[in-house]
């Protein structure tokens, strides 16, 4: 008899250590998680004013060209 109780005392303890554990482990990776989340949100940030620059040089580019175009016509016209 004693020997199925030390059985189950062994075992809740088991348990309980696991749960413990497990716990834990949902902790860390949440933080991981929401470390990464920042990180995905910063780049993607980033992303979006890279693009925008990109899109107003563009669109400089674009009102240059045709000022030169213009310059080329009235000099061969």
């Not at 030390?6 to 075992?11: E, T, V, Y």
């Not at 482990?25 to 780049?43: D, P, V, W």
């Amino acid at each position: 008899m004693e020997a199925v109780i030390a059985a189950f005392i062994a075992a809740a303890a088991s348990i309980a250590c696991q749960l413990i554990i497990a716990r834990s482990g949902a902790k860390q990776n949440k933080k991981s998680q929401e470390a990464t989340e920042r990180l995905i949100i910063y780049r993607i940030d980033r992303l979006e004013q890279t693009v925008s620059e990109h899109n107003a040089l563009i669109s400089r580019m674009a009102a240059a060209e045709q000022k030169i175009t213009d310059m080329e016509r009235e000099r061969y016209s």
